[in-house]
């Protein structure tokens, strides 16, 4: 089974705090990916990362931003939460290789009031 | 940009019966997810395939290229089974391995 982990699972919080959300997976993936869902919606990419030191926007925009230092961690940070924040993240791997499948974590639900 | 359609949006259906979920998408794919999301919101893959037919299970999932058309069937289906599946089309090149996703069939097994 694949391990990738995602905390919190839950988070109610108040607007203008700084929040980071926590993805770790011990796979060894190079690839890794943040979701955003909106109750009864698809999932939007809205980061990747192909490996150290690479991050990109995904399809779409987000206020958030990811950083890459280690293979297996790929946090990502809200520096001023908003209501419009609120929705579940989640994270996802890949190893690297053609049509490999990706794994997701259990996700954040992520509430601002 | 790949569009991924599902039908139904909703099914309720009873234990043991026949399940069939459909998905279609606009442009060609290199392969195609089908993954299953329970209430607490964790994301398992259930199948990837790019043709054919796969089976694990009580659960089959087919697809035919031409038609841009792919289908998750659920055999003698239980209240377990019960969650939302979600398809994926990966697209044939672009960054992040360009999945777009479906908005999901929602399922829900009565016993």
């Known amino acids: 089974e694949a391990d990738i982990y995602q905390t919190p699972r839950y988070l109610v919080i108040g607007t203008g705090k700084k929040i980071t959300l926590e993805c770790s997976q011990t796979?060894?993936?190079?690839?890794m990916y943040w979701y955003q869902q909106d109750p009864g919606m698809e999932l939007h990419l809205i980061h990747y990362?192909?490996?150290?030191?690479?991050?990109e926007k995904g399809d779409l925009s987000s206020e958030s931003t990811v950083s890459r230092i280690r293979t297996e961690h790929f946090p990502l940070t809200l520096e001023s939460a908003r209501p419009s924040h609120t929705s579940q993240y989640l994270c996802?791997?890949?190893?690297?290789?053609?049509?490999?499948?990706?794994?997701f974590g259990d996700g954040t639900r992520l509430s601002i009031l | 940009k790949n569009e991924v359609e599902q039908s139904p949006q909703n099914l309720t259906a009873q234990e043991g019966e026949f399940i069939t979920i459909n998905c279609s998408y606009s442009?060609?794919?290199?392969?195609l997810h089908w993954l299953q999301q329970h209430p607490g919101g964790g994301i398992v893959s259930l199948f990837m395939?790019?043709?054919g037919k796969k089976k694990h299970g009580r659960l089959i999932a087919t697809i035919n290229i031409q038609e841009k058309h792919s289908s998750l069937h659920i055999t003698a289906s239980h209240p377990r089974d019960s969650a939302v599946y979600i398809c994926?089309?990966?697209?044939?090149?672009?960054?992040?391995?360009?999945?777009?996703f479906g908005k999901g069939t929602h399922l829900i097994i009565q016993p």
């Open positions: 990362s192909y490996g150290v030191n690479s991050t």
């Open positions: 796979m060894g993936h190079d690839k």
């Open positions: 994926a089309a990966r697209g044939s090149g672009g960054g992040a391995d360009g999945l777009t």
């Open positions: 996802a791997s890949q190893q690297t290789g053609y049509n490999q499948p990706q794994h």
């Open positions: 395939l790019s043709s």
């Open positions: 442009v060609g794919i290199s392969a």
